[in-house]
């Protein structure tokens, strides 16, 4: 092979056709920048055994693969659309040289996780300090900003409320974001939700108590199920007592 030919091979740049994290429901593009494509050589983009495009034509049957390259450019991509679990895998791009030179990127898939810790509701005194947790993980990026809000508002700008604090922290496989109230006010009560940048907000009910403390909010729900014990127990020593009467 002369030098003329040998420019003409396709080289795969590795560095910039890396592998690919997309969250459930989201979108991922997966690119290959390949080098010295012929004007009659032909890129496509397959799975295991199943051919999904060829140029511009779509072979997949669902819909969801859409083949993209811009005139000139070295960059040809596949972007899969409302990414599912099933989605994760091997894929190949292929260029229809003789033969046929192939690189393969591997698509993972994960499913974000948001939660308050504690909820769905919560219960505190009045002029207590309210402390709110709200931990992300599996997120398929790390998300810059996770907002509080109540009643509609961020509550962190909130100038009316006095006493509320947020910090963030990034630790390896996670983000926590910390919200608290000092000396909370029955105004404070409703729904607080934790946004994070990207993902699904999730939602608490706080609840301020006026020194009201109803024995299943105490007990965590062992008050309703301790009643039918303190009945038995009631009519036992009625018994009891009815014996020693006789």
């Given at each position: 092979?002369?030098?003329?030919?040998a420019l003409t091979v396709p080289e795969f740049d590795v560095h910039q056709s890396p592998n690919v994290t997309a969250r459930v429901n989201g979108s991922a593009l997966l690119t290959c920048r390949i080098r010295n494509v012929g004007s009659r050589q032909v890129v496509s983009w397959g799975r295991s055994l199943e051919l999904?495009?060829?140029?511009?034509?779509?072979?997949?049957?669902?819909?969801?693969?859409?083949?993209?390259?811009?005139?000139?450019?070295?960059?040809?991509?596949?972007?899969?659309?409302?990414?599912?679990?099933?989605?994760?895998?091997?894929?190949?791009?292929?260029?229809?040289?003789?033969?046929?030179?192939?690189?393969?990127?591997?698509?993972?898939?994960?499913?974000?996780?948001?939660?308050?810790?504690?909820?769905?509701?919560?219960?505190?005194?009045?002029?207590?300090?309210?402390?709110?947790?709200?931990?992300?993980?599996?997120?398929?990026?790390?998300?810059?900003?996770?907002?509080?809000?109540?009643?509609?508002?961020?509550?962190?700008?909130?100038?009316?409320?006095?006493?509320?604090?947020?910090?963030?922290?990034?630790?390896?496989?996670?983000?926590?974001?910390?919200?608290?109230?000092?000396?909370?006010?029955?105004?404070?009560?409703?729904?607080?939700?934790?946004?994070?940048?990207?993902?699904?907000?999730?939602?608490?009910?706080?609840?301020?108590?006026?020194?009201?403390?109803?024995?299943?909010?105490?007990?965590?729900?062992?008050?309703?199920?301790?009643?039918?014990?303190?009945?038995?127990?009631?009519?036992?020593?009625?018994?009891?007592?009815?014996?020693?009467?006789?």
């Open positions: 092979m002369d030098r003329a030919q999904l495009t060829t140029g511009q034509i779509v072979f997949a049957g669902d819909g969801r693969f859409e083949p993209l390259h811009q005139p000139h450019s070295e960059d040809w991509a596949l972007r899969v659309l409302a990414v599912q679990p099933q989605d994760a895998g091997r894929y190949f791009c292929q260029v229809s040289t003789t033969p046929p030179v192939t690189h393969f990127i591997h698509l993972s898939v994960v499913e974000p996780r948001v939660e308050i810790i504690g909820g769905p509701e919560l219960y505190i005194d009045r002029g207590s300090r309210a402390n709110l947790t709200c931990v992300i993980t599996k997120a398929h990026k790390v998300p810059k900003h996770v907002r509080w809000t109540h009643d509609n508002k961020l509550v962190q700008f909130d100038r009316a409320r006095d006493g509320v604090n947020v910090k963030i922290s990034y630790e390896r496989d996670r983000t926590i974001s910390f919200f608290s109230i000092d000396r909370v006010l029955p105004s404070d009560s409703g729904a607080y939700f934790c946004d994070p940048d990207g993902l699904s907000q999730v939602k608490v009910i706080l609840h301020v108590l006026n020194g009201e403390h109803p024995a299943a909010m105490q007990t965590g729900g062992v008050g309703q199920a301790a009643a039918p014990v303190l009945l038995l127990l009631s009519a036992i020593i009625n018994l009891y007592s009815a014996c020693f009467a006789v």
